[in-house]
């Protein structure tokens, strides 16, 4: 009973070639988030969606947009993949942004540029 | 700014062996603390949050976390892992005062409990 559905579990692009990882929940939340993980790092977050109101973060990167068509779906695009966006792509989804909010997360997009 | 330190990247344990799990963050006003833990192959899933009260927190399969504001530590204990605990272990902090709208988290552990 996936609730937070990331396709695909893996994606190989190549260099510069725009690329776009999809989210879907089944949650009903307001909130979905982006997170990107390198390799025995932290998740990062990149951005989110408050319903429709989209909030970057200060330190994320031009080539990395987002899309969110409805509750449901959320779209992670970038624009130029580089060799360092070679990442684990996490999305995630929460009721409200309130800060004891639980995060209910995807399996994850490990992403691959070569 | 706000940060979260798992100092062990990697731990190895025998099953019925003791597990605390270190947790420091850096953050001077209210915090809200979360482990979150991953099995291999599943997503990352709460195990237990601190956002007031009891500083000794209860979670799921036995495990509790105690807050130690004086040391902002927020450390995952179990008396007795199992083989069904290997997985990576992730401390999160969100500060209660400050806007900012998402987790920050440490770089995590992983835990390897050997049969």
């Known amino acids: 009973d996936a609730m937070v559905i990331q396709n695909p579990r893996y994606q190989v692009t190549q260099f510069g070639k725009p690329v776009t990882l999809s989210c879907s929940q089944t949650?009903?939340?307001?909130?979905m988030y982006w997170y990107q993980q390198k390799s025995s790092q932290a998740p990062k977050l990149l951005f989110h969606?408050?319903?429709?109101?989209?909030?970057n973060e200060a330190d994320t990167p031009d080539n990395f947009q987002s899309r969110r068509p409805n509750t449901s779906f959320c779209f992670l695009d970038i624009r130029s993949p580089g060799l360092g966006d070679a990442a684990m792509y996490l999305c995630a989804t929460s009721k409200q942004i309130a800060t004891n909010e639980k995060l209910f997360f995807g399996s994850g997009t490990q992403l691959s540029v070569l | 700014a706000q940060s979260v330190s798992q100092h062990n990247h990697h731990v190895i344990l025998s099953e019925a062996a003791s597990l605390e799990l270190g947790c420091n963050y850096s953050?001077?006003?209210?915090?809200?603390l979360f482990w979150y833990v991953q099995y291999p192959g599943q997503h990352l899933q709460l195990l237990l949050k601190?956002?007031?009260?009891?500083?000794l927190v209860k979670g799921i399969k036995g495990f509790e976390a105690e807050f130690i504001k004086s040391k902002f530590s927020f450390n995952l204990r179990k008396p007795s892992v199992q083989w069904s605990d290997t997985a990576e272990y992730f401390c999160?902090?969100?500060?209660?005062?400050?806007?900012?709208?998402?987790?920050?988290f440490g770089s995590g552990t992983r835990l390897q409990v050997q049969p």
């Open positions: 949650l009903n939340h307001n909130v």
């Open positions: 953050y001077g006003g209210t915090v809200n």
């Open positions: 601190y956002f007031s009260g009891d500083p």
């Open positions: 999160a902090l969100h500060s209660a005062d400050t806007g900012r709208r998402a987790l920050t």
């Open positions: 969606y408050y319903d429709k109101d989209f909030n």
